[in-house]
């Protein structure tokens, strides 16, 4: 099942994002090279060949493999984000020469925001994907706006034909567009809260010509984390696609 699974990934980008929760502290109750391989593990069960990563907390930047049952995975870490690729996607990112974008740290931070490019392959498109671990809503409004123009930043070092892909914890509810206002970059499926966050990064998409790809698929379970008191669900994890590119996607959830 699960050589199948990597088949199918092989033909078509799978591509997802996951907040390990501070994989690499130093000081941990958590074994973290067993947390690593648990991660790794369910990447290859899911049939995804790479993965964005974000809350990293590993002392050091660069390029880390893991041995498992399933083969080898590379992790490239580029301060609180990074990319796990197994060895399909490894191979295909060092064809186009390892390309690792980091945007800037900012007041003493870890970075934030970086970039992973794979080079095109005759007829299949290249594909760069900017990984975000977005400050959450209760930080000041600047550094929320200076996330964004590293987005940017990264972004434009992508090659003109590739497809760009932004993915992490954006710590940000999107919503639904109940009246049509949003139409450019939601879909019709979501959860109804709407944060300020949010709401600065749906202008954003607007401004950039970006789509949440996830709201235009119907999904059984919708939220990507819970709140630890009142149990409520939100949608803060997002997969932000080129409009124009928006035939490219089979599927979001």
């Not at 947390?35 to 993965?51: E, I, N, P, Q, Y």
């Not at 206002?181 to 202008?203: I, R």
């Not at 409520?232 to 997969?239: F, I, K």
Request: hydrophobic share 35%; with cysteine; charged share 30%.
């Amino acid at each position: 099942r699960i050589a199948r699974k990597q088949c199918k990934a092989g033909k078509r980008f799978k591509v997802i994002t996951w907040s390990t929760r501070g994989l690499g502290a130093p000081f941990s109750i958590f074994d973290q090279y067993q947390k690593a391989m648990c991660m790794v593990d369910l990447f290859t069960k899911r049939g995804a060949g790479l993965a964005v990563l974000t809350d990293l907390r590993y002392t050091s930047k660069g390029v880390r493999e893991y041995n498992t049952p399933h083969g080898k995975w590379t992790v490239a870490v580029a301060g609180k984000v990074g990319f796990a690729m197994n060895e399909r996607w490894a191979e295909w990112w060092r064809q186009g020469g390892s390309k690792l974008i980091m945007g800037e740290g900012r007041d003493g931070e870890e970075i934030r925001e970086a970039g992973i490019e794979f080079p095109r392959k005759g007829w299949k498109r290249g594909l760069f994907v900017c990984g975000v671990y977005s400050p959450i809503s209760s930080v000041r409004k600047g550094k929320r706006d200076a996330c964004r123009r590293g987005v940017e930043k990264v972004l434009e070092q992508a090659s003109g034909s590739t497809l760009r892909v932004v993915a992490g914890d954006l710590n940000a509810d999107f919503g639904v567009d109940k009246d049509g206002m949003w139409q450019d970059v939601l879909g019709q499926h979501g959860l109804a809260d709407l944060s300020q966050s949010g709401l600065e990064w749906l202008e954003w998409c607007r401004r950039e010509g970006f789509i949440e790809a996830a709201s235009c698929y119907v999904q059984r379970e919708r939220g990507t984390w819970w709140h630890p008191r009142y149990g409520s669900a939100h949608v803060l994890d997002h997969m932000l696609l080129q409009a124009k590119d928006k035939w490219h996607l089979t599927s979001c959830r």
